[in-house]
T-cell receptor, first 113, second 113 residues
Framework: DGGITQSPKYLFRKEGQNVTLSCEQN?????MYWYRQDPGQGLRLIYY???????QKGDIAEGYSVSREKKESFPLTVTSAQKNPTAFYLC????????????FGNGTRLTVT | DAKTTQPNSMESNEEEPVHLPCNHS???????IHWYRQLPSQGPEYVIH???SNVNNRMASLAIAEDRKSSTLILHRATLRDAAVYYC??????????????FGKGTKLSVIP
């Protein structure tokens, strides 16, 4: 079955370490997204990519970096510059604009202590 | 980006219909209205979308106002499994439109047995 896979489901890191969250999709979607969600809050856009080798900052890109070397993959690195990295991270993809639905992964819960 | 406004929370009795409102007064002619729902600790899932006409699918119905400045997601018979956060977003279908997608805080629906 096609879908989006985020791994791992839970991730623990020490403060000051960079950590990379994986997002893979086999839906042949061009656009991919990373969102951050804090308890009781909505989704905030970190980065998005419309095509391979291209990506744009979202609303809260500071302290994060991404790459899009392959259509299927859009990894997110949470750097030590991110002041409050503990959160639930969601990856999504979509075929194109307008009517195409977004497909989400099941998220990675990152805890930094 | 055109924004949406939703009530923070709503309650419904089990087996009764639920009407979840969304205001989008700055919607453009090329914006599709999408609804997603999110269960605790999971990624959001697509529910329904529409442009101008009312839409029905196996999960819900979408009623769109004639001026398109508001819409209502209708769950015909609420079950306990419908308790979730519901998000209404706008997706631009024009060729010049951005792929950037912004989610608000959504409406938390509680279903009372």
């Amino acid at each position: 079955d096609g879908g989006i896979t985020q791994s791992p489901k839970y991730l623990f890191r020490k403060e000051g370490q960079n950590v990379t969250l994986s997002c893979e999709q086999n839906l042949n979607h061009d656009a991919m997204y990373w969102y951050r969600q804090d308890p009781g809050q909505g989704l905030r856009l970190i980065y998005y990519s419309q095509i391979v080798n291209d990506f744009q900052k979202g609303d809260i890109a500071e302290g994060y970096s991404v790459s899009r070397e392959k259509k299927e993959s859009f990894p997110l690195t949470v750097t030590s510059a991110q002041k409050n990295p503990t959160a639930f991270y969601l990856c999504a993809s979509t075929k194109d604009r307008g009517p195409s639905p977004l497909h989400f992964g099941n998220g990675t819960r990152l805890t930094v202590t | 980006d055109a924004k949406t406004t939703q009530p923070n929370s709503m309650e419904s009795n089990e087996e009764e219909p639920v009407h979840l409102p969304c205001n989008h007064s700055t919607i453009s002619g090329t914006d599709y209205i999408h609804w997603y729902r999110q269960l605790p600790s999971q990624g959001p899932e697509y529910v329904i979308h529409g442009l101008t006409s009312n839409v029905n699918n196996r999960m819900a119905s979408l009623a769109i106002a004639e001026d398109r400045k508001s819409s209502t997601l209708i769950l015909h018979r609420a079950t306990l499994r419908d308790a979730a956060v519901y998000y209404c977003i706008l997706r631009d279908s024009s060729g010049a439109g951005s792929y950037q997608l912004t989610f608000g805080k959504g409406t938390k629906l509680s279903v009372i047995p």
